[in-house]
């Protein structure tokens, strides 16, 4: 699925509350100046244009979102979009989610970790770029409380079979569930952007998630 351009980000937009860059803001990441409070902490890989964090981040005002992207002009997109929707309880750390995870992140520090819709890299030869990978996974339950859930979607079934194989060798995780399609309630009732494109082209989401145990 190729990407529409990204529309201009306001300049008078203050970001210097929602948007941040590994490893310049501190490491390991002083996560209490970027999301204070004590509320559950959710992380999301790969947020692109920040349609979860944003919708999330309403849904559950009590609750801390970092969403890790690590293209630049993508993660200030997704933190502009937060700041104009005035939300305090979210904010954009731009890096790359496996340096962010084991450099940055302590242990059992989550309640959820959320991968959707993660580049496939289709060539073979790249394969070992895809973030459902044993180190990768290994950081996710590392960094998840007990009973925390790891949230994995995506649209393409062959990475989708390949991560569920990935998790079950991993003793930290319960074995699957398969959350139902919802009813979006609104044009942007989706989780993420590319789960609104890939539903709006009638085709198949995989959906899965585990429990950290
Ligand atoms: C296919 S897009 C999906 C975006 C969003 N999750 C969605 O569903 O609309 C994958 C996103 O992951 C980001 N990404 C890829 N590798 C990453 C990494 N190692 N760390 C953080 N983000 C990454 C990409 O820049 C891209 O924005």
């Not at 390991?28 to 999301?44: F, K, M, T, V």
């Not at 459902?132 to 996974?137: A, I, K, T």
Request: proline residues 8%; positive net charge.
């Amino acid at each position: 699925m190729g990407r529409r351009s990204l529309r201009k980000i306001d300049p008078e937009l203050d970001l210097s509350r929602h948007y941040f860059e590994w490893p310049q803001c501190g490491k390991p990441l002083p996560l209490e100046r970027l999301l204070p409070g004590s509320g559950p902490l959710e992380i999301e890989v790969g947020s692109g244009k920040g349609l979860f964090l944003e919708n999330f981040s309403a849904r559950y005002p009590e609750h801390r979102f970092l969403g890790i992207e690590l293209a630049r002009k993508y993660a200030r997109f997704a933190a502009a979009r937060l700041v104009r929707r005035g939300r305090t309880n979210a904010v954009v750390l731009q890096g790359h989610a496996m340096e962010i995870f084991t450099e940055g992140l302590a242990d059992a520090i989550a309640s959820a970790v959320h991968l959707y819709f993660p580049d496939p890299w289709w060539k073979k030869r790249h394969h070992k770029r895809r973030m459902m990978n044993p180190l990768f996974l290994a950081q996710v339950a590392r960094v998840l409380q007990p009973s925390g859930t790891f949230h994995f979607w995506t649209d393409v079934r062959e990475y989708f079979e390949l991560g569920l194989e990935a998790v079950a060798e991993r003793p930290e995780f319960s074995e699957p569930t398969f959350p139902p399609e919802e009813t979006p309630q609104h044009d942007l009732d989706y989780r993420t952007h590319f789960e609104r494109r890939t539903r709006l082209a009638g085709l198949p989401v995989y959906r899965a998630a585990f429990t950290r145990l």
